[in-house]
Every structure is written in C-alpha cells, then in structure tokens.
C-alpha cells in the first residue's frame, strides 16, 4: 500500500525557515513526479514545487528564490527548504505524487497524497 508522510511543518516567525520532508513507501517504482502543494484555509490547494526523477525542479513564482527541494529517489524522499517565510506561506503542506511526464503541478495528475503537515507564519 503506498503511502506518502510529511514532516517537518511548525509555527515560524516571518523570515524564518523551516524545512519538511516526505518519505514515500509502498511503491515498486520510482514515480516520475513529486511534488509539494499547499492550501490555506478558504483556498484552493496550489502547487509549490514539483520535482520530476531526474532532479529536475520547477517553483511556484510565489517561493521562487525562497524555497529549495530535492528528492532522493534512492530513499524515496522528497524535501522542501523553506527560507525567508511570509506569512502568506503560511498552510497546510501536501506531498503528492504522479507517475507522469512532463512534471508539473497540476493538481489533479497526482495519483498518491499525504495527509499534510501545517505550516504556520506569524508576522
């Protein structure tokens, strides 16, 4: 059974970091799309970032320049630096994955979700 489970979320005063992570597990392959969104409360869910096999990343223009990720394929894991945080960031944060090509944060191609980790910036 796949499973995909976030860590890392918190409450942070604006301009701090935090940094959350996801470990995926169950899959026989490695899913060609990774990706973080976030939903804040009364707002659609949007993508973050998304992160294909090779490393390839791509930014939501909002974090880019404040948020770093990666993926380790080896571990199944995926990451999100988060630095510089306002708190218009502040959400719930999902991990999801997708076994699709070209990657990007499209919402409704991810097959496979977590359950969230909350991410709150004061200001």
């Known amino acids: 059974q796949v499973q995909l489970v976030e860590s890392g979320g918190g409450s942070v005063q604006a301009g701090g970091s935090l940094r959350l992570s996801c470990t995926a597990s169950?899959?026989?392959?490695?899913?060609?799309?990774m990706a973080w969104f976030r939903q804040a409360p009364g707002k659609e869910r949007e993508g973050v970032a998304a992160?294909?096999?090779?490393?390839?990343?791509s930014y939501a223009d909002s974090v880019k320049g404040r948020f770093t990720g990666s993926r380790d394929n080896a571990e199944n894991s995926l990451f999100l630096q988060m630095n510089f945080l306002k708190a218009e960031d502040t959400g719930m944060y999902y991990c999801?994955?997708?076994?699709?090509?070209?990657?990007?944060?499209?919402?409704?191609?991810?097959?496979?979700w977590g359950q969230g980790t909350q991410v709150t910036v004061s200001s």
């Open positions: 169950g899959y026989t392959y490695i899913p060609k799309c």
């Open positions: 992160f294909d096999s090779d490393g390839t990343a």
């Open positions: 999801a994955a997708g076994h699709f090509y070209p990657c990007t944060m499209v919402r409704g191609r991810f097959h496979d």
